[in-house]
Nanobody
């Protein structure tokens, strides 16, 4: 699966952004999908995950209630709606695919996108 993220940019604190990750390949729907981020000088961290059927989601505590992950298997796309953005959300955001939903937060995913930059100014 080839993953390509889009939707990043420069916004002000309190603004919203929606990231999209398009997957190439007919097997997109069999994968659990996740969003991760990496800020300068910090380790990559798990942000959100969604299972194959969209019946299960999970979030990093600091984004729960502000971010929402969703997917459209017909379009081979997973989304991350980010609201009430804060400067500490500034990072490169990556999407990833894993056959095992429970393993998503570990960050040992099978496939990764190239990342999209999100910058939130105060």
């Amino acid at each position: 699966v080839v993953l390509v993220e889009s939707g990043g940019g420069l916004v002000q604190a309190g603004d919203s952004l929606r990231l999209a990750c398009a997957g190439a390949g007919r097997t997109f729907s069999v994968y659990a999908m996740g969003w991760f981020r990496q800020a300068p000088g910090k380790e990559r961290e798990f942000v959100a995950g969604i299972n194959r059927s969209s019946t299960g989601t999970r979030y990093l505590d600091s984004v729960r209630g502000r971010f929402a992950i969703s997917r459209d298997n017909a379009k081979n796309t997973v989304y991350l709606q980010m609201n009430a953005l804060k400067p500490e959300d500034t990072a490169v955001y990556y999407c990833a695919a894993d056959l095992n939903y429970e393993k998503l937060p570990l960050g040992t995913c099978d496939y990764w996108g190239q990342g999209t930059q999100v910058t939130v100014s105060s």
